[in-house]
């Protein structure tokens, strides 16, 4: 429960902060503004956000293959995640407007009968990296792909399969920039 209140207090110092500086009430304020000061200054520091993408993002995830989309599953990331059979991907695309290394992570819950071993191919621009990881079913937990260096307006992909006859989850990525 404590990050709910966390980004109520930032949320409402932000306000006030911005009502102090344009001279207005809190009630007139520009909250569009607000909304785009937050969401490009999230710790209000001045670093860089990080980039989260969940499966449930229209445009930024795609599965290629017979997939089930699962709602109730204990430890997923968000609202859902994907059961993808063996034979088929799952990419998260995005394009990233704020050049800079950020360490990239992958989100696996907790899943039985799932592939153990999963390949991420990551494409920039023209560039590909491909890795392999063994996912711990018995854990919900983030896997760090490692660091990647991403220019501005660049596309970036992940692309998730399994290396096994089993199928595998997609669930969530995230970017955290390295400061």
């Known amino acids: ?10 949320s ?18 520009n909250v569009t503004k607000l909304q785009e000061i937050l969401k490009s200054n999230p710790l209000a520091d001045g670093s860089l956000p990080e980039i989260l993408i969940d499966n449930s993002y229209n445009g930024q995830f795609s599965v ?18 994907v059961k993808i059979n063996s034979n088929g991907q799952a990419t998260f695309s995005t394009i990233v407007s704020n050049a800079g290394k950020y360490n990239l992570q992958v989100y696996f819950p907790k899943s039985e009968n799932n592939s153990k071993n999963v390949k991420i191919i990551v ?10 990881f063994e996912i711990d079913a018995n854990e919900n937990d983030w896997y760090n792909y490692g660091e990647i260096e991403i220019a501005s307006g660049e ?16 669930d969530a990525i995230l970017f955290v920039p390295i400061k």
């Open 155 to 170: 596309k970036v992909s992940v692309t998730l399969s399994s290396l096994s006859d089993a199928g595998f989850i997609a």
């Open 1 to 10: 429960m404590e990050p709910v209140f966390m980004v109520l207090a930032q």
């Open 123 to 132: 494409k920039i621009g023209n560039q590909i990296i491909e890795k392999q």
């Open 12 to 29: 409402a110092a932000t306000a006030a902060v911005l009502a102090i500086d344009s001279k207005k009430g809190l009630h007139e304020l």
């Open 64 to 81: 290629l293959g017979e997939h089930i989309i699962m709602k109730k599953q204990y430890g997923r990331y968000g609202k859902d995640y």
